[in-house]
T-cell receptor, first 120, second 114 residues
Framework: GAVVSQHPSWVICKSGTSVKIECRSL??????MFWYRQFPKQSLMLMAT?????????EQGVEKDKFLINHASLTLSTLTVTSAHPEDSSFYIC????????????????FGPGTRLTVT | EDQVTQSPEALRLQEGESSSLNCSYT??????LFWYRQDPGKGPEFLFT???AGEEKEKERLKATLTKKESFLHITAPKPEDSATYLC???????????????FGSGTQLTVLP
């Protein structure tokens, strides 16, 4: 159990276009999903926390209008990179936290396989 | 601010040569410490959660331990397929969104030579 999928696994787009990445929890409901960015040989950098039915919480320095997050259901969150530029090229990874809201729900985060975005 | 430091940055072992990876942390009240394995070009794979000092968990050749300041991931008789980057992360106590986040270390890149 606890499988998270991402689509697409890789995407190449032209500068100025928008790209949508989907993150799905396949066998559990996730009220909270997280979006990370990872540069080569570096650790994961949290971009935003996505809660089902409410607005995402963005980390400092992450542009809300550039990285649009929608968490419309308990199994799906999407990240849209708007007007992408070469500096947005990176490995984007989502994770899902199993369980309900509150301090006593499950704490483990299960990660998707990642999406490699290349902006030319 | 929560901090996680992993050492060494890289480790090369011969097949069968046991060793340990270190994860030192500072957190304002530990909710849980997590170990993940990440292969190149893939997302992290969950390995263990440790909640309190003295706790230990095992999975095949891996054993994770926890003290109040650090965690160790012991690898016994490793095989080449154990080669990966091992990530440590902590989660602080609290009910806020920030408290539910994970703070990651920079990882240890393990290479096991045949």
């Amino acid at each position: 159990g606890a499988v998270v999928s991402q689509h697409p696994s890789w995407v190449i787009c032209k500068s100025g276009t928008s790209v949508k990445i989907e993150c799905r929890s396949l066998d559990f409901q996730a009220t909270t999903m997280f979006w990370y960015r990872q540069f080569p040989k570096q650790s994961l950098m949290l971009m935003a926390t996505s809660n089902e039915g409410s607005k995402a919480t963005y980390e400092q320095g992450v542009e809300k209008d550039k990285f649009l997050i929608n968490h419309a259901s308990l199994t799906l969150s999407t990240l849209t990179v708007t007007s992408a530029h070469p500096e947005d090229s990176s490995f984007y990874i989502c994770s899902a936290r199993r369980g309900g809201r509150g301090a006593f729900s499950s704490y483990e985060q299960y990660f998707g396989p990642g999406t490699r975005l290349t902006v030319t | 601010e929560d901090q996680v430091t992993q050492s060494p940055e890289a480790l090369r072992l011969q097949e069968g040569e046991s060793s340990s990876l270190n994860c030192s942390y500072t957190v304002s009240g530990l909710r849980g410490l997590f170990w993940y394995r990440q292969d190149p070009g893939k997302g992290p794979e969950f390995l263990f959660t440790l909640y309190s000092a003295g706790e230990e968990k095992e999975k095949e050749r891996l054993k994770a331990t926890l003290t109040k300041k650090e965690s160790f991931l012991h690898i016994t008789a490793p095989k080449p397929e154990d080669s990966a980057t091992y990530l440590c992360a902590v989660q602080a106590r609290g009910v806020t969104s920030a408290a539910r986040q994970l703070t990651f270390g920079s990882g240890t890149q393990l290479t096991v030579l045949p």
